[in-house]
């Protein structure tokens, strides 16, 4: 069931799990490298198992490390790690601020033209959308980025052409990309379906009156009914569909 006042600690988990979950995992990025140096596989494996039973000592000395590999030491870890985060903390703060501005036109004041005292007061709603659309444009332009900007702080960071690469695929390679793009979608679709409901109120002015349920408006005529109750659903489903993909990004 679609929970239009959804607590921003909901959100702020779900970012967790899903956008900054390749940085915490980056605490093993070190280890996995050290043992690169001494074995002969260089590919990180971000989900390992200790348990299992492939992966315990043969007993056996571990095979000399290759010519040439890359080398990373803790100190040099830990600059990559902070440079990383400079770019992960940065769609965090995005995708938060997009949250709590959508989370405004989600709530059932927004599909109330009785809660609007005027058309001034629409005109202002209005231009929070505007901003809201801003909001959205700017976190998927974070996203598209992400690539490029993890390789520009690596690399102030002092890493190398294998070691920034190696960082880019380990992070970039745990964002829910499908998720992500779905959401995107969904947004932009919730934002004209608010836009087009905010017109036809400014353009249906006093079309409407109070009832005993103050969220059931009554319409003065039936062809404004059924555009208010065919936006009013448009919205409502595209709200459930964007808390499905906030979900998704949590598990």
């Avoid at 390749?22 to 198992?49: C, E, H, M, R, Y």
């Avoid at 087009?196 to 059931?216: C, I, M, P, R, V």
């Avoid at 065919?230 to 499905?244: G, Y």
């Amino acid at each position: 069931m679609f929970n239009p006042m959804r607590s921003n600690f909901h959100f702020r988990k779900a970012l967790m799990n899903s956008v900054l979950a390749p940085l915490v995992a980056l605490t093993g990025f070190g280890a996995l490298f050290a043992q690169a140096q001494q074995t002969d596989s260089l590919t990180p494996k971000p989900k390992i198992n200790p348990d299992n039973p492939a992966l315990r000592s043969s007993g056996k000395s571990p095979a000399p490390a290759t010519p040439g590999e890359p080398q990373i030491n803790p100190q040099e870890l830990e600059r990559l790690t902070k440079a990383a985060d400079k770019v992960l903390n940065r769609i965090q703060s995005e995708e938060s601020d997009l949250y709590l501005r959508l989370n405004y036109f989600e709530k059932p004041d927004r599909l109330n033209p009785n809660s609007y005292a005027s058309k001034d007061e629409i005109a202002q709603w209005q231009g929070l959308l505007e901003q809201l659309k801003e909001k959205q444009d700017l976190v998927s332009q974070l996203y598209a980025d992400v690539g490029k900007n993890l390789d520009a702080e690596l690399r102030n960071a002092g890493g190398n052409d294998d070691i920034v690469a190696r960082f880019e695929k380990f992070i970039t390679g745990g964002f829910p990309w499908a998720t992500i793009e779905k959401k995107k979608i969904l947004i932009a679709d919730f934002i004209d379906e608010q836009a087009k409901l905010l017109s036809f109120y400014e353009k249906s002015w006093g079309a409407w009156k109070s009832t005993s349920d103050s969220d059931k408006p009554e319409f003065t005529s039936a062809s404004a009914a059924n555009v208010y109750k065919r936006l009013r659903d448009q919205i409502v489903n595209t709200s459930e569909e964007i808390e499905k993909q906030y979900k998704e990004m949590s598990e």
